[in-house]
């Protein structure tokens, strides 16, 4: 069996495992392992900013909290959108900011890398203080519809998601941009002698970081209803 249909088989018994938990298991259980997902997912932006491509970064929760404002904001202005796709777009626009910071870091490597997210995320940390997040002030919150309001469905939601992305990732990183990002954390130099284009192997691990990280921020904003 090839490692990729080795990767699909394990995710269609993950799949029934997941099932079987959402119809066994009590509503605090399936609340608590949502959460569990959410986290992963914010786990696994770092892992593939950090592990595979040797960045150290202090934003990934910043890139959360744009996703997360996104569903809030659209939910109250478009609030018959799907719950599905206002997730989706918080994370393309929490990855295109993740995009902006990778172009405009290119050139930092290192510590400096490590304390230009850090000033991000305090950037963003004093918006967010100063103009809150959609909904706050009035009590409007975020209902996904049926299925996805009942904890169980939305249970399934976030393991999905997780699921989808960490099939993804695995299978970006046998291409050879994914391949660029070990090279990248291994010597910048011997990465660029190699022919990697460094700027765009490390502006692409920054936003697609940041879309996994916007994704979690989304599904934040479901599962609590509104965000502080």
């Known amino acids: 069996m090839t490692r990729a249909r080795a990767s699909w ?17 009590p509503d605090y259980w399936v609340f608590l392992l949502s959460t569990v997902a959410i986290s992963a997912l914010v786990a696994r932006s770092v892992g593939l900013v950090a592990g595979q491509a040797g960045l150290v970064t202090l934003c990934q929760m910043s890139f959360a909290a744009i996703g997360g404002w996104v569903v809030s904001w659209m939910s109250l202005t478009w609030p018959a959108l799907p719950y599905v796709l206002l997730v989706l777009v918080g994370g393309l626009v929490a990855g295109a900011a993740g995009l902006a910071l990778g172009v405009a870091t290119v050139r930092i490597r290192g510590i400096e890398f490590a304390v230009v997210t850090l000033g991000f995320a305090a950037a963003l940390d004093l918006v967010l203080r100063q103009g809150s997040f959609p ?74 970081g940041a879309v996994v990280a916007g994704l979690a921020g989304g599904l934040l904003a479901g599962l609590y209803g509104l965000l502080t």
């Open 135 to 208: 909904g706050v002030g009035t009590g409007t919150a975020v209902y996904p519809e049926p299925p996805l309001d009942d904890p169980r469905g939305f249970f399934v939601l976030c393991w999905v998601v997780l699921l989808v992305v960490q099939l993804g990732l695995g299978a970006l990183s046998r291409t050879a941009h994914g391949l660029a990002w070990p090279a990248l954390k291994g010597s910048e130099r011997a990465a660029a002698a190699l022919g990697v284009k460094v700027g765009a192997a490390k502006a692409s691990a920054v936003a697609i």
């Open 9 to 25: 088989a394990v995710a269609v018994g993950f799949a029934a495992v997941l099932v079987a938990l959402a119809v066994t298991l």
